[in-house]
């Protein structure tokens, strides 16, 4: 994607997602309006169920809103087709989950150039990639290690890998400490402050922990389906 200057990376224009539970119309996100300029990062807390996996995928074109839109950069991801979404989620957005998602059966490396084979890239470049970024998120002596081989904060690194590799111009992360430990999710969040800087990413951050959140740029919580500013 082209980044255009003075443009806001990420815009949510009239937002709006319910889910029908029964009888019951549970509204999700409601009239949320969100401008992102490039290379902030955003904390968004809220308690378990508030919907901040939800928002994400929206955000990241993974969910439809009901009505609204999403912008990146100008361009509306909700008016894409199917296989050119993809396209760009693929190219633009790097996404980390609460849990990793590895495959257990692969090594660290393997799971990195994931990504690249989706994009059908030369498998030596891919190779060179994949290890370099292993290399900055602190597994350099890790890589041939099958996922099931590494700790929860190794595999998380690895998923972290796995989605900078393709060099995004945009980082979602949903709770992505959610299940380590307090020195470990500490170790995970700084690091993702250092690749956010040192790769320029615009970044959205969704976690329950707001203590860790206030490493943002700026945090909004979640509630009632709406966006409040935490300061």
């Not at 957005?93 to 990195?112: C, R, S």
């Not at 990639?129 to 350099?140: F, S």
């Not at 700084?190 to 976690?207: G, P």
């Amino acid at each position: 994607m082209n980044i255009k200057p003075n443009i806001p990376a990420v815009q949510l224009k009239s937002v709006y997602k319910t889910y029908q539970s029964g009888q019951e119309t549970l509204r999700i996100v409601r009239d949320l309006n969100l401008s992102l300029p490039t290379s902030a990062m955003l904390g968004i807390t809220g308690v378990s169920g508030s919907g901040k996996s939800t928002l994400l995928h929206i955000i990241g074109g993974m969910d439809e809103p009901d009505r609204g839109y999403v912008l990146y950069n100008e361009v509306n991801i909700n008016l894409m087709k199917k296989d050119a979404l993809a396209k760009f989620r693929n190219s633009t957005i790097g996404f980390v989950f609460q849990f990793h998602h590895l495959l257990p059966e692969f090594t660290a490396l393997e799971n990195v150039l994931f990504p690249f084979l989706i994009r059908g890239e030369k498998s030596r470049i891919a190779r060179e990639k994949a290890e370099k970024i292993l290399v900055e998120v602190g597994l350099k002596d890790r890589i041939q290690h099958k996922s099931g081989e590494l700790s929860g904060g190794e595999q998380q690194r690895v998923a972290i890998a796995r989605a900078l590799v393709g060099d995004p111009t945009v980082l979602l992360a949903d709770e992505p400490t959610g299940n380590l430990d307090p020195k470990t999710a500490e170790f995970i969040f700084v690091l993702l402050l250092r690749l956010h800087i040192e790769k320029k990413l615009t970044s959205i951050i969704a976690t329950h922990n707001e203590k860790l959140a206030r490493i943002c740029d700026e945090v909004l919580h979640l509630e009632n389906g709406r966006l409040v500013k935490e300061w």
